[in-house]
């Protein structure tokens, strides 16, 4: 079934016990992200089971709020009638088909086959209607005050409040097509929001377009629509695609959108809350900090301003939002659902790619683990370079190459085929000085950084594709404080990856270690920062994977040159302890 609104959502959840109902006093200012962080933790070992969170009573404000309302598998499978594997196989399924039946002449008994996929192609198109509830309540000009609502003081060292899941619409002013992105916004005051447009997104690519043309934006916020819409608008879309087809394409129902009170900006119908503005050319503030998903507070930095003009909302309006931070969090469900989603349209264009994961633990741009089929020599390399050109894909940082039979979503698995096809000298690509996640803090500066891939394939490897080292290491046999007094503790992972927990010094440290005979076998040695519990196996991937520039932090035993090639000789090493240019990790 789909479903026309929030409000019937999260009576669809309710039913299935996936709904809490709060009717106690909580703060909008970090008491309702603690509730949510503590419920995290509670779920911790069944964490598809985890509840949406409705806020009956909400200190300073009328609204009620509704959070992590696909926070769970379970939740994003109610809202698509059916199991993202299961929606990805059908597009991958459909899609590949029409390749065959178009180079053999049988589209006809294609069209046939896939009579109740082109049905549902029908709701592509959005209808419009005239009148809304989200028309209900009508505020221009002074009477305009974000205020009045319960926007969300997630962090403590967050810059102020922040929108945290506004559909964000806007219109190409050369194309005239539509972008809808879920972005951060924060409230400068009553009627200013700041609009963290980060690199790779459509809305700043329209706002650059306006720019150029030296004309306003304009935007509107949609708060609290049909859930499909807000999975649609983090969907990670070719450019120029619209999101409100997708939605209409999932739910089996065209999208009702209506027309802004100020602009010609279509907006969905079923939202809760409608913001409406204009972003001025060449206009910004400061923007930030606000403790993201990569578990650390983003820099400051300057973003576009929205000026609102109007806002319009039911009378009786929920307000949704969302939180991010070390995970898990909410989303956790919704980015893994992207990957099962889109995984087999990926394969398309890749034939050799069997599985895609990218891990929430490292907050999902950091970590992409592929397995492909090698049909020849290296052919994972130019896999891995075709990943990183690839829409959102092309921010991922630390790309590792695995053969089919390895399950990419196992770390453990994935550590077990480093051990054994993995050598620096052959198989470590450093990409230095390109574009990276604006959340990415480790890099230079903002935007900018590097990336690896990590080929840990039989036929990648120039060497013999033989096991190297079958016998993996469960322990050091080292005296870790006789190293340096600094080292707190160690642990070791599938013989592969040893992690050292560390107070300070840890480049120091870690230079030594990697000229240890000891630890030679090991693949991959990492150091961390003495916040990083090494037992968790979340927050492990977490303090590794967020807190390292491949160019800057990645260290071997030894560096030589053939040519212009660099030959990398010893375990990896890693040195992904906090510095002093790193924003600080979110705490309460």
Known sequence: MSFSSLPEFLAALDRKNLLKKISAEVDPELEINKIVHQTYREYSHRLNEIPALLFENVKGSKFPVAINVLGSDRSIEILLGKTPEKVGEELGNAIHSLQTAAATGKVLSWAWDQKDLLMNARHTKPSYVEDAPCKEVKKFGADVNLNEFPILKCWPLDAGKFITSGLVITKSPKTGARNMGVYRLQVHNSKELGLHWQIQKGGGFHFSEAEELNEPLEVAIAIGADPMLWLAGVFPLPEGIDEMAMAGFLRGKSVPLIRCA???????????????????????????????????????????????????????????????????????????????????????????????????????????????????????????????????????????????????????????????????????????????????????????????????????????????????????????????????????????????????????????????????????IAVVSDDVPLKDDILILWGIFTRFDCERDILFKEVTLEGPRAIHSGPLGIDATWKPTYPKPVEF
């Open 262 to 524: 100020t602009s010609d900006l279509m907006v969905p119908a079923s939202a809760e809350i409608i913001i409406e503005g204009i972003a001025r050319p060449k206009r910004t503030a400061v923007e930030g900090p606000f403790g993201d998903h990569f578990g650390h507070y983003s820099h400051a930095a300057p973003f576009p301003v929205l000026e609102v003009k109007c806002i319009t909302h039911k009378s009786n309006a929920i307000y949704q939002a969302a939180v991010v931070g070390k995970p898990p969090q909410e989303d956790k469900a919704m980015g893994e659902t992207i990957t099962k989603v889109f995984m087999p349209l990926v394969k398309l264009t890749k034939p050799e790619l069997t599985d895609l994961w990218a891990y929430y633990e490292a907050g999902f741009h950091n970590l992409l683990v592929a397995s492909s089929k090698q049909r020849y020599e290296k052919e994972s390399i130019k896999t891995a370079l075709g990943l990183l050109g690839e829409g959102q894909l092309s921010l991922s940082k630390c790309v590792v190459l695995v053969d089919p039979e390895v399950n990419v979503r196992d770390f453990k698995a994935v550590l077990r085929a480093i051990h054994q096809h993995f050598e620096p000298k052959h198989d470590f690509i450093l990409l230095p000085g390109i574009s990276q996640d604006t959340l990415d803090f480790t890099g230079p500066r903002i935007n900018f950084g590097s990336k690896m891939i990590l080929d840990a394939t039989k036929l990648g490897t120039l060497h013999n594709s033989a096991p190297q080292n079958p016998n993996p290491q469960t322990d050091t046999n080292l005296n870790f404080h006789s190293v340096d007094p600094n080292i707190i503790d160690s642990r070791v992972m599938e013989g592969t990856l040893l992690v050292v927990k560390v107070n300070q010094g840890g480049r120091e440290i870690l230079k030594r270690l990697l000229q240890r005979p000891e630890l030679v076998s090991f693949k991959i």
